[in-house]
């Protein structure tokens, strides 16, 4: 349990990060980067810590990003909706390689808020059905 809550916590450092910046109001090319660069690695630190809370608290074996949000929206710690756009979530994060693409980079950086959004709540369910 102890590496669950190391996980856990890891991942809300990594959200604190991109709410500090999808909270700048009219960011530049560079903050709108960075922010992208930060819902990457928020994305792999909540779907690990996500995927790490299913073994040890549901049984679950989960590694894929599409199957720890599946089974994570079966174990309540999603609701229906918050897994549609989680599961929209990972096609963005495969995209965000290709953010050289200005339309693209925009289009991904305008979710970002309520990814980060999604993303506390999944963390909050967690933190508390961690014994």
Do not use: C
């Not at 990003?65 to 229906?80: F, H, Q, W, Y």
């Not at 756009?85 to 495969?94: I, K, P």
């Amino acid at each position: 349990m102890e590496r669950l809550r190391e996980r856990l916590s890891l991942a809300r450092k990594a959200l604190g990060t991109l709410e500090e910046l999808v909270e700048v109001e009219n960011p530049s090319q560079v903050e709108r980067d960075a922010a992208i660069q930060r819902f990457e690695y928020t994305f792999e630190a909540v779907y690990k810590a996500a995927g790490r809370y299913l073994l040890l608290v549901e049984g679950v074996t989960a590694t894929s990003p599409k199957g720890v949000i599946r089974s994570s929206r079966e174990a309540g710690l999603l609701t229906d909706e918050q897994a549609v756009l989680a599961l929209e979530m990972v096609d963005d994060r495969n995209l965000t390689v290709h953010t050289y693409n200005e339309a693209l980079a925009e289009q991904i950086y305008s979710k970002l808020g309520r990814y980060a959004e999604i993303f506390a709540a999944w963390l909050a369910t967690m933190e508390a059905g961690t014994p």
